[in-house]
């Protein structure tokens, strides 16, 4: 007992000399409105075999809209792919196919895609024209050990909140090639709890008592329990870059 104290205020007072600024003052209100705000986006696809059979496939993902129609989503989330892995009782099996249509949803509404760079996908609604009620933050105001909340979608099933801190400023992986580049662009990590289906997910961190976003997660990168963010700043820019079509 005496052990578990010592090491209890051990750790409390390494996390303080880290400059770990962990929170436990959430607003459940903002949370809610944040979880409210997001939306579901569905992608259908066809897929044509080689034997000329056709597969119809789905995807689910969580995006944020930004108003006037516009909606932000991560272009893996919405992308059907050629190759898939079908489960058989004698073992798990690679198929090929060509991709013959793809057509991404909100609800019954068909959205218009606008364009896409690296991983960032732009898609315009008719109908949902509701901005967002969060503002997105300055990403390079953020420091190791901020307080960081995850309004996630995890396994593509459901919303869930899950908290956690900045663990570095800069990755290591390459956002875009998965590789080890010696040369960080974009991203950082934190270790909110990632699972498939997070992908696209918004990542808050505050500025005082203001919820605000400062990145992207892709669940893609997720390994051994840490997480992976494009910056808000550069997802902002690569934005308006689709936007005036200069990608």
Avoid: W
Avoid at 42 to 65: C, M, N, Q, S, W
Avoid at 149 to 171: H, M, P, Q, R, W
């Amino acid at each position: 007992m005496k052990l578990l104290i010592i090491i209890s205020v051990f750790c409390l007072f390494s996390c303080s000399n880290l400059g770990v600024n962990f929170r436990n003052d959430y607003s459940p209100i903002d949370i809610q409105t944040a979880r409210d705000s997001l939306v579901v986006i569905t992608t259908i696809g066809k897929v044509k075999l080689a034997d000329d059979k056709v597969l119809e496939k789905k995807k689910r993902a969580v995006a944020i809209p930004l108003g006037n129609g516009y909606i932000l989503a991560l272009a893996h989330c919405i992308i059907v792919p050629a190759n898939f892995k079908v489960n058989t009782p004698f073992g798990q099996f690679t198929m090929s196919g060509t991709v013959l249509s793809q057509k991404t949803y909100i609800g019954k509404e068909k959205l218009e895609l606008i364009g896409m760079k690296d991983d960032i996908c732009l898609l315009r609604s008719k109908k949902f024209k509701n901005p967002f009620p969060f503002e997105f933050g300055n990403s390079d105001d953020i420091k190791i050990g901020d307080s960081v909340l995850s309004i996630g979608f995890s396994f593509a099933k459901d919303f869930n909140v899950k908290a956690g801190i900045i663990s570095t400023l800069e990755s290591n992986i390459d956002y875009f090639r998965k590789e080890k580049t010696g040369v960080p662009k974009h991203t950082f990590m934190h270790s909110t709890p990632i699972n498939g289906g997070d992908s696209g997910s918004p990542l808050f961190a505050f500025k005082g008592s203001i919820m605000q976003i400062v990145g992207i997660t892709n669940a893609m990168l997720k390994d051994h329990g840490m997480g992976f963010a494009l910056k808000s700043n550069y997802v902002l820019k690569t934005v308006e870059q689709i936007k005036n079509a200069k990608i």
